[in-house]
């Protein structure tokens, strides 16, 4: 089951169709389907202040002792920072945070709409935009406050966004810190929720490490079927062929083990970057060879798609500004 929703933050839903039109006991707007690029229309800030946010709604078949539900969110981007950072980093926070304007609202609401609906929340990533204090500050208090399950992004462990290359020496650059700011470990962790086990995984910079591949086997020897939370998507053809459609000539398609005759028009940093290891493929084919994963959840492309991976295994990716209801039976 799939469905679109309008949610505003007044604490009424909305069910609609694409293109649908509403009237002002409404609060106005349009309903726009999921290609386009702005969801927003369907709240303008002269109608009260509602703001609203393109919530899917999904059902998974995993074989849960009883039916629980999740909340999934991904690349939120909060752009925060105060006077405790530098001058270029209060520079980076204004100039980001127009990419993300909603970023503090839509959490808030998210948090706001799982509690009322008693939804676990679940996060593959880029909560926040890059490190800073007051980013930080947010994190833990969203993560005090709320239950939610996370897996890290790229942009966890960003610094300046973009400023240096992107792999384990400047990641631990800040990984402890950050650390500090989550309830569960967003390098790899798991949790049983009625007999399922949601597991997160750190893909965000396209690579499994070897120990994070082992300890995805221990979580296979359990024997439950599992949810999978990752930040960058996995690959198949037709996700491949959706993301390089969104992009300008040249760009790669921003997914996890893409086939290396599929990379050649990669530029050579975007290659470097997003190309598979030894263990990386390793992973990619012990995925797709259990079948006791049963869904996977991911972010990183800021749009919403479904596909369906090795003929079994649906992956569901999440974008900005949107949620996904999943009730797990």
């Known amino acids: 089951m799939n469905a679109m929703v309008c949610v505003r933050n007044d604490g009424k839903t909305s069910y609609c169709k694409p293109g649908k039109e509403f009237t002002l006991a409404h609060y106005g707007g349009v309903c726009y389907d999921e290609s386009e690029v702005n969801w927003r229309g369907c709240g303008p800030p002269a109608t009260n202040g509602v703001i609203w946010m393109k919530l899917l709604q999904t059902v998974i078949e995993a074989g849960a002792t009883s039916p629980f539900s999740l909340l999934h969110l991904s690349d939120t981007h909060l752009t925060l920072a105060d006077e405790r950072d530098c001058e270029s980093k209060l520079l980076l926070a204004q100039r980001r945070s127009k990419g993300f304007p909603t970023a503090e609202e839509d959490l808030a609401f ?3 709409y799982a509690r009322s609906k008693g939804h676990l929340l679940v996060h593959t990533g880029d909560l926040i935009d890059f490190v800073s204090e007051a980013n930080l500050d947010a994190v833990k208090k969203f993560t005090d406050e709320n239950d939610c399950f996370a897996a890290a992004g790229n942009h966890e462990f960003s610094l300046f966004v973009g400023e240096a290359k992107e792999d384990e020496a400047y ?3 800040s990984l ?8 569960n470990d967003i390098r790899f962790s798991s949790r049983i929720v009625n007999g399922v086990n949601l597991v997160a995984l750190d893909n965000s910079y396209y690579l499994v490490d070897p120990w994070q591949l082992e300890r995805l086997k221990a979580e296979v020897e359990k024997g439950l079927p599992i949810i999978l939370l990752v930040h960058t998507p996995l690959y198949n053809e037709e996700l491949y062929n959706h993301s390089l459609s969104r992009q300008a000539y040249g760009a790669p398609a921003y997914l996890m083990s893409v086939p290396e005759e599929k990379m050649r028009h990669y530029s050579p ?3 470097e970057q997003q190309k598979e290891d030894a263990t990386t493929a390793e992973a990619y084919r012990f995925i797709s060879e259990t079948r006791l994963f049963k869904a996977i959840l991911c972010g990183h492309l800021h749009y919403d798609y479904e596909t369906v ?3 079994f295994l649906p992956q569901y990716v999440v974008g900005v500004g949107s949620a996904r209801e999943l009730f797990v039976r």
């Open 171 to 173: 990641r631990n650059t």
């Open 110 to 112: 998210a948090a706001a």
């Open 309 to 311: 991976l090795f003929g």
């Open 176 to 183: 402890a810190k950050v650390q500090a700011s989550f309830k």
């Open 269 to 271: 940093d975007r290659y």
